[in-house]
């Protein structure tokens, strides 16, 4: 069974950066794709991107290439998702999410929030 | 990107009846390489993580109850549930994965009546 362990809601100023991270259990980091998405409040869920785990590829949303950083520790099992000059509106709560071979995302890690705010 | 569309926005329907919800893409999720939909259904309650319900457009995933199933081809899509019971007040979302950016509808909110 499959688990991801996400690190600890955030409180930051604008302009400054986050780091969330995500732990996976029960599974090889190598063998799947983990995601990151977002939702804002009062908004709907938004792709930032993937990381695949099995080589390092990323690929990242046109709204956040500018911004985001999706990197992996292979030997710790954790994928990490660092956005970069926070502006009030990146408040929200940040999911990982692992897919297989079909991008649909079968395992959620239970949400860090981020909190942007002066 | 891939606009997904839900309708209704929200929707309410006595425990034991049928809900519907629809999903609308502006551009087919059939793959011909596999001839498959690239679209998949989660649930979302309060303070939880998505769930997910139902992925390739009809296939359940394992260990979702069989009153929730997934119908439609290439633009349109439908979740029903069928036999609505308490626990499945939730917001539903549709996620087209046929390419990238992944996108997702704007959530359609279940209540009961």
Known sequence: ?118 | DIVMTQSPDSLAVSLGERATIYCKSNQSLLYSSNNKNHLAWYQQKPGQPPKLLIYWASTRQSGVPDRFSGSGSETDFTLTISGLQAEDVAVYYCQQYYKTSYTFGQGTKLEIK
């Open chain 1, 1 to 118: 069974q499959v688990q991801l362990l996400q690190s600890g809601a955030e409180v930051k100023e604008p302009g400054a950066s986050v780091k969330v991270s995500c732990k996976a259990s029960g599974h090889s980091l190598t063998s799947f794709t983990l995601h990151w998405v977002r939702r804002a409040p009062g908004q709907s869920l938004e792709w930032m991107g993937w990381i695949i785990a099995g080589n390092d590829n990323t690929r990242y949303s046109q709204k956040f290439q500018d911004r985001v950083t999706i990197t992996r520790d292979t030997s710790a099992k954790i994928v990490y998702m660092e956005l970069s000059s926070l502006r009030p509106e990146d408040t929200g709560v940040y999911y990982c999410a692992k897919s297989d071979s079909g991008h649909y995302f079968d395992y959620w890690g239970q949400g860090t929030p981020v909190t942007v705010s002066s």
